[in-house]
C-alpha cells in the first residue's frame, strides 16, 4: 500500500462536524446497537480505510477493516481487509500501509500478515494508537498507562509522562516529536523527555498539522469549562484562537484534524451541531448535520461519516458511498 501523501502545512480553513453512524446489519435502519465506526484513515489515493465495529446484542461482537475507494478516483466497491472478533476501538495506518487496531483488549498488527495480541487485563482498555517511524504507541485507560512497541515486546514508556489521567489524544510529527493530551493538560516528548506545554487546553484533541503547527480544541485552563480553539507548538505554548460560545452548548469539541489544506474538527453536542468553517477568526456553518459525534478523516479529499451515510468531499462536491453492510445486502 501507498505511504498517504504530505498534506500542506498552511493553515487556510477550519470545519467543524458533529456526525454520527448508527446503522443495522440486518435492517438498514438507524439502531443505537448496530455497526459504528471506530476510526477512518485515508491514504495517497483517496481511498477511505474504515474500521467498524458492531454493537449488536443478539451476534458476537465483530471487527471490520474496510477499504472504501475514493469515488473521485473511479469508486468501486468496498473490500473487507480484516476481520476480527474483538470490536475495534481506534485504529492508525502506518506510513508504510500497515495498520494498528485496537480492540477493547487485544491491538491488531495488519501488515501484509496478521498479528494479535491480548494487552489489558481486568477493566482496563486500549483508548488510543499513534506511531512515527519503528516507534509504536499504545496508550491504556483506567488506569493510564503508555506502552511502546520494541522489537516486538510491549515495554513501559519513557519515565516521565503523567498516569494520573487517562490519554484523551495522541499524535505528533516525528519519533522525537509526540504530543499526548489528558486532563490535566498537554505534554510533549522531544525524544529525550517529557516536559508540560505551557498554555495547553485540559482534555484536549490534537491536530498535528507540523513541527511547528499544531491545533487543539480542549477546555480553558484559566477560566474552566469554556472550549476554545487553540494553535500553538511545543517551542511557543498554544494561544486560543476563537471560543466556542457561538456554539452555545454544554457539550465539547471532538476529534480535530488536517485535511484539504484546512484544519477540521467534531462538534459532538448540542442543537448547532453540524459543519462549520472557521476562516480568520469567523466561523460560518456549512453543513447541518444531526445525530450524535462521529469520524472524519481526509488528505486530498474529505471522509465523513453522516448517519447511516458515509459521505466524501473533493472541496466542492459530496458524495454518498454505500457502506460494505449495503453492498453485501444487494447481493
Known amino acids: 500500500m501507498a505511504a498517504p501523501r504530505a498534506t500542506a502545512s498552511a493553515h487556510r480553513a477550519c470545519y467543524v462536524c458533529g456526525v454520527s453512524v448508527y446503522v443495522s446489519n440486518t435492517k438498514q435502519i438507524p439502531s443505537p446497537h448496530a455497526w459504528t465506526f471506530a476510526g477512518l484513515q485515508v491514504d495517497e489515493s483517496g481511498a477511505c480505510y474504515a474500521a467498524e465495529r458492531n454493537g449488536l446484542r443478539d451476534i458476537k461482537p465483530k471487527g471490520l477493516l474496510v477499504r472504501y ?6 469508486g468501486g466497491k468496498p473490500e473487507v481487509i480484516y476481520e476480527a472478533a474483538d470490536p475495534f476501538q481506534h485504529m492508525w495506518r502506518a506510513p508504510s500501509g500497515g ?17 494479535s495480541k491480548e494487552i489489558t487485563k481486568g477493566a482496563q482498555k486500549l483508548l488510543r494508537v499513534w506511531g512515527a517511524g519503528e516507534r509504536v504507541i499504545l496508550a491504556l485507560g483506567y488506569p493510564a498507562a503508555y506502552l511502546e512497541i520494541v522489537n516486538g515486546e510491549y515495554v513501559p514508556l519513557a519515565v516521565g509522562l503523567s ?3 487517562a490519554c484523551e489524544d495522541l499524535t505528533g ?3 522525537d516529536d509526540i504530543y499526548v493530551a489528558d486532563e490535566e493538560g498537554i505534554t510533549h516528548f522531544d525524544g529525550k523527555e517529557w516536559r508540560a506545554v505551557k498554555g495547553a487546553p485540559k482534555g484536549a484533541q490534537l491536530a498535528c498539522v507540523s513541527r511547528d503547527e499544531v491545533f487543539a480544541t480542549g477546555i480553558d485552563p484559566e477560566q474552566g469549562r469554556v472550549f476554545a480553539i487553540y494553535r500553538g507548538n511545543a517551542r511557543d505554548g498554544f494561544k486560543g484562537l476563537v471560543r466556542a460560545e457561538h456554539l452555545k452548548n454544554d457539550g465539547s469539541f471532538g476529534r480535530i484534524f488536517h485535511a484539504l489544506g484546512a ?13 462549520y468553517r472557521l476562516s ?7 453543513m447541518g448535520i444531526t ?23 473533493d472541496g466542492t462536491t459530496w458524495k454518498q458511498v454505500p457502506r460494505v453492510w449495503q453492498e453485501k445486502s444487494k447481493a
Open 69 to 74: 475507494p475514493n469515488p473521485f478516483a473511479g
Open 99 to 115: 495498520f494498528h487496531l485496537l480492540g477493547k483488549k487485544h491491538h491488531f498488527s495488519v501488515n501484509g500478515t496478521f498479528k
Open 163 to 165: 498516569t494520573a489521567c
Open 173 to 175: 510529527s516525528a519519533a
Open 263 to 275: 484544519v477540521h474538527l467534531i462538534q459532538t453536542h448540542g442543537a448547532d451541531r453540524g459543519l
Open 280 to 286: 480568520e477568526g469567523e466561523v460560518s456553518k456549512l
Open 291 to 313: 445525530g450524535f459525534a462521529g469520524r472524519v478523516a481526509g488528505s486530498d479529499v474529505l471522509w465523513v461519516e453522516n448517519g447511516i451515510e458515509l459521505l466524501c468531499f
